[in-house]
C-alpha cells in the first residue's frame, strides 16, 4: 500500500510540474519567433508599432523565461529524486540531450541579454535584429533537446540490454529515436501557434476595452497571420503523429480511439461515453477515417486493444484529451481563417466585438490543448516510464516524504503564478502603448508609419 501511495504521489508532483512548466516552456519556444518577425517588420516598413511591439514582448519574455528556468529546474530535481530507479537505469543514454538542452539554453539566454541592452545601439537596426536570430534558435534547440528525451521514453532506441543492464549506448541513435521527428515537430509548431494565439488574445481585449489603437491592431493582424500558418503546420504534425503511433506506438493509437477490435476500414469514434462492457455508446463515427489517419489508406487494417496484454493497456481516459487537443487545434484554425477572410475581404469588419471574442478565446483554447496534449503523450504511454522496460511503478522512490515535496511545489507554483501574474500586469498596464510609443517615437504618423 506504501509502495503504491508513494507511485501515485511521485506521479502527481511530476504530472503537476510538467503542465506548471508546460505554460512557460511553450511561450519561451514561441515568443522569441514573435519578437524577431515584429522587429523586422518594423525595419523593413519603417513602423514603429512594430518595433514597440518587438521591444514590448521582449520584455515579458524576460519574466517568462525566469519562471521557466526555475521549474525546468525543478523537473532536472524531481527526475533524480523521484524517479531514481529510472535515471539510473538509463541516465547514461539520456545524459547527452539532458546536457545540450542546457547548453541551448545558456546560449540563448547570452544572446537574449545582448538583444534586450543594444536597442538602439547600432548605426543599421538589422544588425540588432539579427541579434534576435539566436534567441529563436535556443529556444527550438532547447525544444529539441528536452523533447527527445520524452521521445526516448515512448520509443527507446541506441542501447542492448544485456542481463538487464544497458550496454553498448549509441547517444546519438538514442536521441534521434523513431518518436523524435514527429514529437519535435508536433512540439515546435503548437507553440508556435500558442505562443500567437496568447499575444493575439491579449491584443484583441485592448481593442475590446476601446483602448485599442493602430499599435493593437496591427499587432492583431500579425499574430493572427502568425497562428493561422502554425494551425496549418501543427494539423500536419498531428496527423504525423498519428501514423508515427499505428507504427510504433499501436496500444496507444487504439486506446484513444476507443478501438476494441483488429479491423479493416475502421472508424473514427469521436467523444461519446463507454457503458460497462466498454461499448462505445453516443459517440460521433467518422467512416473509415482511422485506417486513413493512422496508415493513409481508408481500407487498411488498423491494430485494436484486444492485441494488446490487458495489464499493457493505456487508460482509456485518453481518448477525451485526445479529441479536447484536436477540438481546440481546430477552434484555432477555423477563428484564424474566419478572421484573415473578415480582413481580406475588406466588405467586413474583422474587428468586430463577435469575432474579438472568438479571438480572445483561442489564447487560453491553445494552451488548454498544449496541456490535454501532453497528458495524451504522457498517460497514454502507461504503464511504462520507458515503454518495454521498465514501469512507473518500478521506477518511483520509496520516500516516505513526497507528500511533504508535493505541498512544497504546490505552494511554490502559487507564489510564482501570482507573481508572474502581478509583475505583468505592473509592466504593462502602468506602462500603455501609446503612451510608451509617445514618448519614444514622437514622429510617428496616426498610421504608425515614422514620418
Known amino acids: 500500500m506504501f509502495e503504491a501511495d508513494s507511485v501515485l504521489l511521485s506521479r502527481l508532483l ?8 508546460a505554460i512557460f516552456a511553450t511561450l519561451g519556444v514561441g515568443i522569441p519567433l514573435m519578437i524577431s518577425i515584429a522587429e523586422l517588420i518594423g525595419i523593413r516598413k ?40 529510472f535515471m539510473q537505469f538509463a541516465g547514461n543514454v539520456i545524459s547527452l540531450p539532458l546536457f545540450l538542452e542546457t547548453f541551448a539554453f545558456f546560449f540563448e539566454a547570452i544572446f537574449l541579454g545582448a538583444y534586450l541592452y543594444t536597442w538602439d545601439r547600432f548605426n543599421k ?22 523533447t527527445t528525451v520524452n521521445a526516448f521514453m515512448n520509443t527507446p532506441d541506441g542501447f542492448d540490454l544485456t542481463n538487464g543492464e544497458i550496454t553498448s549506448i549509441n547517444p546519438m541513435e538514442a536521441m534521434f529515436n523513431p518518436a523524435t521527428p514527429t514529437k519535435v515537430f508536433h512540439v515546435l509548431t503548437s507553440s508556435y501557434l500558442t505562443a500567437a494565439a496568447i499575444l493575439a488574445t491579449i491584443a484583441a481585449l485592448a481593442i475590446l476595452r476601446k483602448r485599442g489603437n493602430a499599435y493593437h491592431r496591427k ?15 501543427t494539423a500536419v504534425a498531428g496527423d504525423l ?21 483488429t479491423e479493416e476500414s475502421a472508424d473514427l469514434v469521436v467523444f461519446g461515453t463507454l457503458d460497462e462492457n466498454n461499448e462505445v455508446q453516443n459517440a460521433i463515427r ?3 477515417m482511422l485506417s486513413f489517419l493512422a496508415f493513409g489508406d481508408f481500407n487498411a487494417e488498423v491494430q485494436g486493444l484486444e492485441e494488446i496484454n490487458e495489464g499493457e493497456q493505456p487508460p482509456l481516459i485518453i481518448h477525451y484529451f485526445f479529441d479536447l487537443m484536436v477540438s481546440l487545434g481546430m477552434y484555432a484554425l477555423g477563428v484564424s481563417f474566419l478572421f484573415l477572410a473578415l480582413w481580406k475581404l475588406k466588405r467586413f469588419n474583422p474587428f468586430n466585438k463577435w469575432v474579438l471574442w472568438l479571438v480572445v478565446l483561442n489564447g487560453p483554447f491553445a494552451m488548454l490543448a498544449i496541456e490535454f496534449g501532453w497528458l495524451l503523450a504522457e498517460v497514454g504511454r502507461q504503464p511504462w516510464i520507458m515503454r518495454g522496460f521498465m514501469t512507473v511503478a518500478e521506477a518511483a522512490t520509496t520516500s516516505p516524504n513526497v507528500a511533504w515535496m508535493l505541498l512544497l511545489f504546490i505552494g511554490l507554483y502559487v507564489v510564482l503564478g501570482f507573481t508572474v501574474v502581478r509583475v505583468l500586469r505592473k ?19 496616426k498610421s504608425g508609419v515614422d514620418a
Open 46 to 85: 519603417k513602423d514603429s508599432h512594430y518595433t514597440l511591439l518587438a521591444q514590448r514582448w521582449a520584455r515579458g519574455y524576460v519574466i517568462l523565461v525566469a519562471v521557466g528556468v526555475v521549474t525546468g529546474t525543478a523537473i532536472g530535481l524531481q527526475l533524480s529524486l523521484l524517479w531514481p530507479s
Open 219 to 233: 499587432a492583431l493582424k500579425l499574430t493572427m497571420v502568425v497562428t493561422f500558418i502554425f494551425a496549418i503546420l
Open 427 to 445: 509592466l504593462f498596464k502602468d506602462n500603455p502603448a501609446e503612451l510608451e510609443l509617445e514618448q519614444k517615437y514622437p514622429n510617428v504618423t
Open 14 to 21: 511530476t504530472s503537476l510540474t510538467l503542465m506548471f512548466h
Open 241 to 261: 503523429s498519428a501514423k508515427h503511433l499505428a507504427e510504433h506506438q499501436p496500444e496507444k493509437l487504439a486506446a484513444a480511439e476507443w478501438h476494441f477490435e
Open 125 to 146: 537596426p538589422i544588425y540588432h535584429w539579427l541579434l534576435s536570430l539566436p534567441v529563436v534558435i535556443g529556444g527550438g534547440l532547447s525544444a529539441f533537446f528536452i
Open 286 to 288: 467518422i467512416p473509415n
